[in-house]
Nanobody, 124 residues
Framework: QVQLAESGGGLVQTGGSLSLSCTAS????????MGWFRQAPGKDREFVAA????????DYGDSVKGRFTISRDNAKSTVYLQMNRLKPEDTAVYSC?????????????????WGQGTQVTVSS
């Protein structure tokens, strides 16, 4: 069992930055690929970014490429999402998730554990 807890959400103006963190407890963090997803009201869950167990591979959704950066620190059992040049359309609840294995990072149904989420609001 893995418990995930996100932090770092909040309110920011357009063009600003936020950094999200997701800390895991329970089984060995380094055995999981980690992903970030977001869901805005009335919309489907959207893939944001993912990182492999060793951090050698990262993947990003098209809407955030070049603006967001995912990273991880296995010693701290934490995955990060640095969000720059934020836009109002980035407003959503952001959740981190953990999955076994590699690949297919954008497929949310393949993730085994999920955090509760943290709200990010970008004002125009």
């Amino acid at each position: 069992q893995v418990q995930l807890a996100e932090s770092g959400g909040g309110l920011v103006q357009t063009g600003g930055s936020l950094s999200l963190s997701c800390t895991a407890s329970g089984r060995t963090f380094s055995t999981y690929a980690m992903g970030w997803f977001r869901q805005a009201p009335g919309k489907d869950r959207e893939f944001v970014a993912a990182i492999s167990q060793s951090a050698r591979t990262t993947d990003y959704g098209d809407s955030v490429k070049g603006r967001f950066t995912i990273s991880r620190d296995n010693a701290k059992s934490t995955v990060y999402l640095q969000m720059n040049r934020l836009k109002p359309e980035d407003t959503a609840v952001y959740s981190c998730a953990a999955k076994y294995g590699s690949g297919w990072y954008e497929r949310s149904h393949l993730y085994d554990y999920w955090g509760q989420g943290t709200q990010v609001t970008v004002s125009s």
